[in-house]
C-alpha cells in the first residue's frame, strides 16, 4: 500500500521568513515518484515538482527548493523568504509501478501574514 | 489560463437528476483523470483513461460513469447520486506512456462544484 503523510496540518508565517513543509511516504515499489503540488485558494492544482526514487539530488528553483531523503522517507519542501502568494494548501503526492495513480497526502494549509 | 477546461463550474442538482460534467484539453495528453475533493481534503483519484480506455477505477460506485469519447474529452455522468456526492471535482491530463518517465505530472482544470441537494 502506499502512504503519504503530511504532519502538519496548518503552519502560519510572517512574510519574509522561511518556511519548511514536512512530507513522508510509505510504498513497497522500488521505483516510484514523489510530486509536490500547489493549490491556492481559487482551487486549480498546479504542479510544482516531480523526483524519481533513483534520483535524490536535491533541487533548487528560485525560492523553491526540496529535499529527498530516501533513508527516512522524506521529501521536504522549503520557502525561502516566502510570500503573501505563497499562501495555498500544499500537497506532496506519490505514484508507484502503476505510475498513472498518483497519490495525495492530506495536504498543508500555509498561510504568509504580511 | 488552465489548459484543461471544465464546464459547468458549478452544478446543483437533485438526486434524482443525469446530469454530466464535462473536461477538454488541447495539449496532446493522451491520459485523463476524475478526482473527487472535498472541503478541506486531498483529491481522491476516482478514474484514470490511458489512451482512451479505463485503466483505473477506484471501486467508485456505479452512479458515477466515466465516459471517453477521444483523446481530449472526458466526461463524468451523474445519475441518482447521494448529497455526500457533494464536493469539487476536478480534472486533470498527463503526458501518457509505456515507461514512468513522464508519470504524473497532472494538468488540472479549475474544478466543477457539485451539490447535490
Known amino acids: 500500500a502506499q502512504k503519504v503523510t503530511q504532519a502538519q496540518t496548518e503552519i502560519s508565517v510572517v512574510e519574509k521568513e522561511d518556511v519548511t513543509l514536512d512530507c513522508v511516504y510509505e510504498?513497497?515499489?522500488?521505483?516510484?515518484?514523489l510530486f509536490w503540488y500547489k493549490q491556492p485558494p481559487s482551487g486549480e492544482l498546479v504542479f510544482l515538482i516531480r523526483?524519481?526514487?533513483?534520483?535524490?539530488q536535491n533541487e533548487i528553483s528560485g525560492r523553491y527548493s526540496w529535499n529527498f531523503q530516501k533513508s527516512t522517507s522524506s521529501f521536504n519542501f522549503t520557502i525561502t523568504a516566502s510570500q503573501v502568494v505563497d499562501s495555498a494548501v500544499y500537497f506532496c503526492?506519490?505514484?508507484?509501478?502503476?505510475?498513472?495513480?498518483?497519490?495525495f497526502g492530506p495536504g498543508t494549509s500555509l498561510s504568509v501574514i504580511p | 489560463d488552465t489548459e484543461v477546461t471544465q464546464t459547468p463550474k458549478h452544478l446543483v442538482m437533485g438526486m434524482t437528476n443525469k446530469k454530466s460534467l464535462k473536461c477538454e484539453q488541447h495539449?496532446?495528453?493522451?491520459?485523463m483523470y476524475w478526482y473527487k475533493q472535498k472541503a478541506k481534503k486531498p483529491p481522491e483519484l476516482m478514474f484514470v483513461?490511458?489512451?482512451?480506455?479505463?485503466?483505473i477505477n477506484e471501486s467508485v460506485p456505479s452512479r458515477f460513469s466515466p465516459e471517453c469519447p477521444n483523446s481530449s474529452l472526458l466526461n463524468l455522468h451523474l445519475h441518482a447520486l447521494q448529497p455526500e456526492d457533494s464536493a469539487l471535482y476536478l480534472c486533470?491530463?498527463?503526458?501518457?506512456?509505456?515507461?514512468?518517465?513522464?508519470?504524473?505530472?497532472?494538468?488540472f482544470g479549475e474544478g466543477s462544484r457539485l451539490t447535490v441537494l
Open positions: 503526492a506519490l505514484s508507484g509501478t502503476s505510475y498513472d495513480k498518483v497519490i
Open positions: 486533470a491530463s498527463s503526458r501518457a506512456g509505456t515507461s514512468g518517465t513522464i508519470a504524473g505530472e497532472l494538468f
Open positions: 523526483r524519481n526514487s533513483f534520483d535524490e
Open positions: 495539449m496532446g495528453h493522451r491520459a
Open positions: 510504498t513497497r515499489d522500488t521505483t516510484y515518484y
Open positions: 483513461y490511458s489512451y482512451e480506455k479505463l485503466s
